[in-house]
């Protein structure tokens, strides 16, 4: 089986070769890989044969970012990126790959301010490579994803402030549907450009979750954002029946795993096991979806022993004995990660797919 054939096999419930691997370097990692291998030019997803790659970004219809200039009156400086969105991020010396988000909608005080943001719009005609894009990756043997991580909820937030838009839910409920509407709008254009363009996976997300707890209630989360989630995905299976949709969510989130389910998710990452227990969530659910993660990135990838990281997961993959797991980190491996760790996690899918 290809990488490919391979994944998409495990993802369909269905008899596969061997255990795929998966995983995410931070900007210093990456400098460790090119050091530790004397590789110069190859990519780390090659070089680990990892089972998939992202499709191209989409470009915007109207890439010009100065048209938010006027939402960021008094914050713009060097330090300071506008995104497609209109949201800024500003950079500081000690932030490395983080940075401040600065909201463009954060003063906005009428439904009619919301409307009138200039959203990006996307469509083929500025995107008009890329279905020639992912049957490359197609031909490679390598499953293609196209990443849409912020959804409805965050890319919302990220434009109003979560604050705000918290306090619009509560007390303004016609300035949090403007903002809402607004975004999933363009989500669903998102979405139906990376399904027409023949991707294997559309990976869906938005933290709901913080470490114990949900970022907010069931009744809240029922009235406001699953109803929107589930419109998105009916829309894309409308027109791929057979694509896969991950959902990504940070934190505690098992209150909302049924309404994931019930949204048309099928696959839920990333399980995270400083916030969940994997055992007890894939007795649960495991019939209704699968996982995708479950290996921690706050504790035994940055503090274990490549032992501990192997057995984590080789004891992970064998709690889901009657399948369903794509087995990865949890998230963005970050600098305090050891190299061997790494390596680790990579050499204990190969070892239990030759148990297999």
Known sequence: MTQRENLMALLR???????????????????????????????????????????PELIPDDTDVSRFFPYHQGRINPAVTIDE???????TP????????????????????????????????SN?????????????????????????WETSWYLRGMENLMMDMLTDEEMAAAVFDKVT??????????????????????????????????DMYMEWIQPRLKRLISKVKEVR?????????????????????DAGIDVLNPIQSECMDFEQIYNTFHDRV?????????TVMPFGTPQQVKETVWHNLDIAK????????????????????????VEACKEYSQKK
Not at 25 to 54: I, S, V
Not at 85 to 91: A, I, N
Not at 96 to 111: C, G, I, N, S, Y
Not at 129 to 145: I, T
């Open 13 to 55: 419930r269905q008899p596969y070769e061997f255990v795929p691997t998966d995983l995410m370097l931070c900007p210093a990692l990456e400098e460790e890989y090119h050091r530790r291998t004397g590789e110069k030019d190859l990519p780390y997803q090659d070089y680990f044969q990892l089972a998939w790659r992202r499709a």
């Open 85 to 91: 969105w209109g949201v800024g991020h500003e950079s």
């Open 94 to 125: 000690t932030s490395m790959h983080m940075t401040k988000m600065l909201f463009p909608l954060e003063d906005a005080q009428e439904v009619e301010e919301i409307e009138q943001y200039p959203l990006p719009t996307y469509s083929t005609t």
């Open 128 to 152: 008009p490579q890329l279905a020639q894009k992912v049957e490359e990756l197609h031909k490679r043997g390598l499953a293609s994803v196209g990443n849409m991580q912020c959804t409805i």
């Open 185 to 218: 709008e363009m989500s669903i254009q998102r979405a139906l450009l990376y399904a027409n363009a023949g991707v294997d996976i559309l990976f869906l997300g938005d933290d709901i979750g913080m470490q114990n707890s949900v970022m907010m209630s069931r």
């Open 241 to 261: 029946p057979d694509i896969i949709v991950f959902y990504h969510s940070c934190g505690y989130i098992e209150p909302f795993i049924d309404d994931l389910i």
């Open 290 to 298: 699968l996982f995708h993660g479950t290996v921690g990135t706050q």
């Open 322 to 345: 009657e399948g369903g797991l794509f087995v990865a980190p949890t998230h963005l491996l970050e600098p305090e990660v050891p190299w061997e760790n790494i390596v680790a996690y």
